[in-house]
């Protein structure tokens, strides 16, 4: 089993991987899903947060180990970059991959947990329409501060950022689940404008949206909107579909 642990973490190495052996029998389970779970540890007057990613089929197996970074060290490498560039994640800790000769077996990632007051998708459900606004065009801001930085972060869906209130109508976002990310990459304005498509099926919301990018962009409103509105309606008729078969599918299993 090899771990590697951030800097101002490293004289806390040992008992990091010993809550790593007790996973299964210790903290709270804040996800527990087919593919992965998340457990919150309380850990030196502290709370952490440690994603257990799902066993690899054979292939990934071998490619994870030999080829591939695994998703537990694509998460610690791409959260201290986020951090470098000046944008929000939970603090790496360390991640961890226990591997056999055929490749990887099992693997975690360990951060900083964070208590936030709402993901974006509960922003989408709040009946305070002036927070609401509030919230989603610093949203938009902090999402424009990542194209900036050449950051695409391909999974900017509902539950993928973290909102903490600080007050005073201040909100900070927090980006999770990062393995889907890539750095230095020059998006063009469709691009950029595409990367919101995820969030949302409300009209309302995305004229919003992209009110606030305009602005920031100096781009036309128009032209924003109309690309935004046909991006998003283009996934979502894309997901559907795609749920519809799947349903089919386990119809005639």
């Known amino acids: 089993m090899k771990m590697m642990v951030s800097l101002n973490y490293n004289d806390k190495k040992e008992k990091l991987f010993e809550i790593i052996q007790s996973y299964y029998s210790i903290g709270q389970y804040i996800y527990e899903g087919n593919r ?3 457990k919150i540890v309380d850990f030196e007057n502290q709370v952490i947060c440690i994603k257990a990613f799902k066993k690899p089929h054979l292939i990934n197996k071998f490619l994870y180990a ?9 998460s610690f490498e791409y959260a201290e970059r986020l951090l470098s560039k000046g944008i929000g994640t939970p603090e790496p800790i360390a991640y961890v991959e226990n591997t056999d000769w055929l490749g990887l077996n099992d693997s975690y990632y360990i951060c900083e947990y964070i208590k936030a007051n709402y993901t974006f998708r509960d922003i989408l459900k709040l009946e305070d329409a002036q927070k609401k606004e509030k919230i989603i065009r610093q949203f938009v801001a902090f999402t424009y501060k990542l194209h900036c930085a050449h950051v695409e972060f391909i999974d900017h869906s509902t539950g993928n950022t973290l909102i903490k209130e600080e007050g005073n109508d201040i909100f900070s976002f927090f980006l999770v689940d990062l393995n889907r990310t890539n750095f230095d990459k020059e998006m063009n304005l469709d691009e950029r404008i595409k990367n919101f498509s995820k969030l949302t099926s409300s009209q309302e919301i995305v004229a919003l949206m992209s009110n606030e990018y305009a602005k920031l962009t100096g781009e036309q409103e128009t032209y924003v909107f109309e690309k935004m509105w046909k991006f ?5 008729s894309r997901f559907y579909r795609k749920k519809r078969l799947k349903k089919k599918l386990k119809f005639w299993k």
């Open 66 to 74: 030999y080829v591939r970074k695994s998703k537990a060290k694509r």
């Open 232 to 236: 998003t309606t283009d996934f979502q």
């Open 36 to 38: 992965n779970s998340l």
